[in-house]
């Protein structure tokens, strides 16, 4: 790594798992480095205290959130809750920086639609035309340009990526579409609450959320840009006993019966043949979400049960990788015109 | 337990986790006592050496089958592999056994069927006729006169139970079904079979059998039952790092969108008014499969999301009691006359 | 049931994991009725709503606290953290009300040392005197005739019927003991800690405490009483990624190399001989926690690895029954002249 | 990657834990390739079919073992159980082949030792001196020169890295220690049996081969060479339920009373300065086994609890990595005189 070119590094928030997360992956990325992690909670503690794992890795301590530090970095990843991002975003955008922001603040297109699943108004909605959304599979030139991108959500990342073939090429009835997802407990990051002791969720299922999610307005709007018109999704995401990994099974009815397994096996391969990080399984696979656990993959297989019109496509990613940080390290090579797989290279842990 | 009074009870199989089940649920059964288990495997072997949970609590050893010792309990239950049950079934019928088979022999009234989805020629398709399916919550009248129930597999109780309203009444477009499920490890049995070890289960998720599973016909057979016509099922059957416990997300059409969430919630709770081990959830309610752990019950949810038309039926068991030996237990007590929840009525361990 | 016997039972403190343990067994009580469960936080709110496990089988809400109520009990259960019972302890007794206490308050006779490892003084030292330590294995006659039980946590249950024989015999150097163990997360309790997150727990082991954890000087109480004298153990405990169960394995210097290991099995099964809920496992076997999940057994197996002269005891409780709430119970049945296994016969949960 | 100097490497039985594992880390290591990986069992198949994981990473299939094209290879690691690398030594090491064993084969000097334990007759003898042992902290030098270098097992290198630099310096009585340690299930390997399938370990905990297990002969012989003088360990190993990770708790019995824990803190920290892969944890600290989840780590902690005699250190490893595959690259880049960090730089997967 030479001195000169490195990339310099901020990330706002780094005491959640997409923080840990980032710089597991950053610490190994040949051209990058991490000069700045903020956390008001944890202010002065040595990062490797928190997370001994990068013990021997990462030498610096998380600092108080400071804008003139933060400038300084010629890329700046947020790892936020929500509503933090566009508090800053104004003085960071106006100050020439680059942002990478994995929350969901600028996901959304229209702030009132923002604003109804997040229950505030939006800070800053003169800049939501300024994001890009963050999915390469779909806005990577757009996403070279950027300044800010808005890194899709986990839920979204999986459906979107599952269902891409077939709404580009107006396959499946773009109403009824059905997105029955599950994910690992770390996705609800790292809070203190009853719901996600280890004796409450260990050892059992459940779903949540049935009722309205967060990632339903933004799946619905990603897919509409993908099909080019309105879409409707039925969600229903899951909680599964495990702390890394999302499956997506979705359902969506061909419109011609006449199509086959097999071209739509092809559509698919032929759509990500170039993608570096999405995998098209054989004809009749069932991806186990452990076989992206810890790297930046989707895997996707593609079933016709029993000949019939509904399409069965299984979507899996590690939620915490292609579904967060691993994605925005992905956006973060794209934007400055680095390797795309840069700091993205290792092999997922199996078993 | 009065001597005079005492169900004698046989069980064909008792080394596999449906086997243990019984014995855990039967040994405090007040009026039922366990006077035979067989398995060719561990002939002569202590029941508790296998299971050390029951020490202390049965004091028998594993036989060989014998039809002459069976024939003298009073019912038999098989927990045994498919094709099984039905080698020995036209004997024990002959001589009046009453006969709880947890095993898929009987469960398939078509014969050919059968055959296709479990690649072999029935053994005795004249009996198949003779077999009351075992889903009390439909069937028990019929149960109540069976010499040999057929109980329902996991899978299909589990979504028989959630839909059953709502194609009793004609709700819902019964050619667009999804049932998609997911089922602890327990439900693989206790094989040797590298799929299953912990380290290939655990911390991971995955669908199974996407192209067909054999509980497909029968969920089919089932629900048309209930309809009165041919239904069409997608039926996704999943993978979860549990033990026990089963969930079923099931989608349906409405057909009429003038029905109200709150007249199908009304509907639901009037027909399992009545029923022991049917318990409808208050609206807006995701059931965790924990809250069943153990236990009979069978805890359903029903939702609306975004008051659109699709509706999304939440129903959780464990899948190795309602699944499976519970429901056995349950069908013994109506065919034998005795209360219904006998034996039934532990709670379910939480956390 | 006859309603003239039936005891009536008040629980303090019924929202954590040992008030549902303690509901989860008393429903099916054949002698006790909970007729007030408490609870500031959830007043009012119905038991069931935040334990599903328990609908249909407990119609009652938590209440506030109220001494008037709880003294028209038969017998209250603490199950609060400590410093709460011994607040309320002095009018309850004064009112004549029978209380097991299943938190830290009553288990330590020596107030200094309550108050060195608890950090705070104890609120009634008089009382202290009052308390039988209810390890019914050794103190049954007095626990029959107290107003005041307090139950031994789970660690000191687990370590103390392990060690029992060989302290009672004077077999072993009761200055060299160490205790080994291992224990599930419900053992934390029901809190909102970023410690006992799914995340952070699971598929992952550590030790905790080792420098000193509050149940030491228990222990060496305990088991300084059964050797009648003064023994020094390390104690080591462990979090292992499951919801229940507990595992000690115990180290212990022979002071006469001649004993057989045969004399000690031996020594083990007659002093447990008539004990209803702990079992000596055959020679040579290894108890998993799971053999009494949900039990209120203890199960043990004794070891001398190569003939040596370390002994190697291996003891298994689940912590929420033997180690807290069933414990409790059985102390109340003794205390009660109740049957001692009423409430206390369901079989372990395995698999 | 310079073509001309890569290592070209084959590794014998590819299908299990550790075959797998030396997969992952070879792909990604700058200097190494791997060339052949052979099974007798999955002849023919595509490397990644077996593990999806390595999907897009390795264009290579299982064949059949082959000493001809072994002998090409620059390395052989034998990723076999115990009984196969000792056939196909004598020839390989004929052929000048250097070869890193990870099977039990080579690591006992003594052959009577070996076959009691192993219960056979171990196949060459007289190749026994030729191997080093290859414990890097210990034996870096003669690794550097050796032909055949036999990996420790996961347990021995837990607890011999864990009381190194108390035997080294003669602090503890070496006749009384004990190694109470912990393994994840992926040390049972990718076998079908029933004790290893999910529902029997999931949500359990157990000990197991407390009369004997094979890790201890090999752990008492590398303690005697490092203390100089015969070891006697008391060794319980138990098993978590978890995928990876191997915690060990150590006692040992200060033979002076005056040395302090400071003391012993500070000559670990020094007797570990220089090694890349033994972290020292600061004083009062509880390694977690995640923290070195995917990496090649060992982690440790020294405790003195109450200040007494008795020392305990927390020492943890990945068992496949440290414990088995990472280990066995730290010695092939020794062997080599590559850089001894190379393809062991991952950061551990946390959470």
Redo the contacts between chains.
Sequence with gaps: MEENCVVKVGIVGGTG?TG?EL??ML??HPEAEVVVITSRAEEGLRVDAL???????LNIRFSHPNLDVLAQCDVVFFATPHNVAMNLMPQLLELGTRVVDLSADFRIRDHKLWSKWYGEPHACPELLSRAVYGLPEVNRAAIRDAQLVACPGCYPTSVQLGLLPLLENNLVDEQ?L?A?A?S???G?G?????D?????????????G???HRH?PEIEQGLGDIAGREV?V???P?L??????M?S?L?A?LTDSAVTLEEIQSLYEQRFEDEPFV?V?PA?S??????????N?C?LAI?R??D?D?L?V?S?IDNLVKGASGQAIQNMNIMLGLDENAGL???????
Tied chains: 1, 2, 3, 4.
């Design positions: 798992y840990v710089l597991r610490v190994n997370y001994p794992s990068l013990r021997g890795h009824r059905i029955n599950t690992g407990v770390s609800a790292r809070q203190a609450k009853i996600n002791l280890f004796a409450e969720v260990s050892d059992s299922f459940k779903a949540y049935i009722p309205g339903l409707s039925t969600f229903a899951h599964v006993p495990m702390v890394r990994g499956h099974t359902y009815e995998d399984l009749g069932h991806p186990q979400t452990r076989s992206v656990r810890g790297a993959h895997r079933h049960p029993q019939r509904t069965v299984l899996v290279t290792t092999v997922a842990v199996m078993p």
